[in-house]
């Protein structure tokens, strides 16, 4: 199938702005690094989850559903944009978001992404890391069933093959504006999480015939596991697509020296970045994901891993909303 072809619902602001960091280039001497704000795709505050969204909110209206049900961890961006979508739609949606971040502060428990999915009149249930299992889910799809309703199960992150087309129409969006510009893309830098975004611009580089380097910056271990999950996604999203060509597995890049104690736990290098970004540029990131992969584009660039003329795009996947959850380490 054309990805014209494939069923979409519009729900991001889109195209998100490509802007360049003068000052974070200069202050670390180069690369020349832009940013793809998709921090501002809308949908409840922004974020790369409405981008795959509007693709799995599509096959959810076609199979007639009227519930959204999704998972994900407390502070879940993804959970936040689910339940903005279906807010917007006229879905019910029901959230399913186990504590598997050991932070308990009460900006976490209820600020935040909490507060968004509470105000977007989303159904929350916070289990236990123990409680949960796959089996909760099968729980509550089961129980909205019995009482009348149809739902629609997302995946965490989103990050199905149909999600991840979201990110390969995304990666012509860019390449267009860089062709505008006239940048040639050395580096693209993306955090890697449930991996769909990642794999997503992987398909779509590839289809593309683009030859930029893709490095993930894992945010949670490990960079093997994260991999095969690019790899898996990226591959069957370009199945999708009927394409033909060679694997895409010696394309695949994730580093995972960022993690730090584990997902969502906060690192000093993460802290540096987000207030070097916000202070030099004006520019909010977020506390899980993208501030742990600027710090891991300013090691990079530490490193002298780059030519000072190099141009390297920063995807800015959004949770910025996660910063009011994390008020005490800023
Ligand atoms: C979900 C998320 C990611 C990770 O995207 P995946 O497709 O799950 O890998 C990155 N940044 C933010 C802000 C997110 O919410």
Redesign the pocket.
């Known amino acids: 199938m054309k990805l014209a072809d494939v069923a979409r619902v519009r729900l991001a602001h889109l195209p998100t702005p490509l802007e360049f960091l003068p000052r974070l280039s200069d202050y670390l001497g180069g690369p020349r690094i832009w940013v793809k704000r998709d921090d501002q795709t809308g949908l409840a505050l922004g ?3 409405a981008r795959k969204l509007e693709f799995l909110v599509a096959e959810a209206l076609a199979q007639g559903c009227d519930t959204l049900v999704t998972t994900g961890g407390p502070q879940s ?2 959970a936040r944009q689910t339940a903005a979508a279906a807010a917007k739609l006229g879905l019910h949606c029901e959230l399913v978001l186990p504590r598997v971040v050991p932070w308990s502060t009460p900006e976490y428990e209820q600020s935040g992404n909490v507060l968004l999915d509470r105000l977007l009149g989303a159904g929350l249930e916070f289990p236990t890391a123990e409680e949960f299992s796959p089996q909760s889910i099968d729980k509550v799809l089961t129980g909205l069933t019995a009482q009348g309703r149809k739902p629609y199960f997302i995946p965490v ?1 989103g ?1 199905t093959p149909l999600g991840a087309l979201g990110y390969v129409l995304a990666v012509g969006e860019l390449l267009g504006q860089a062709q505008d510009l006239q940048i040639p893309i050395h580096t693209i830098v993306v ?8 794999a997503g611009i992987l398909a779509g580089l590839i289809e593309a015939e683009h030859p930029a380097h893709l490095q993930g910056f894992a ?1 949670s271990a490990t960079a093997r596991e994260k991999e095969a999950l690019v790899a898996t996604l990226a591959q069957q999203a370009l199945e999708l697509l009927e394409y033909t060509g060679p694997a895409v597995g010696p394309r695949v890049h994730v580093d995972d020296r960022f993690v730090g104690p584990g997902y969502g736990l906060p690192t000093d290098a993460m802290i540096e970045a987000v207030k070097l970004v916000a202070r030099l540029e004006g520019l909010l990131l ?1 506390p899980v ?2 501030g742990k992969a600027m710090a891991g584009l300013i090691d990079l660039a530490r490193q002298g891993k780059f030519a000072p003329t190099d141009h390297v795009i920063f995807w800015h ?3 910025t909303p996660g910063l009011f959850a994390y008020q005490q380490i800023f």
Not at 191 to 198: E, F, L, V, W
């Open positions: 974020g790369n989850k961006n993804h992150g990050s955090p890697t999480g449930s991996a769909g975004t990642h945010v977020d994901y993208t996947t959004g949770g």
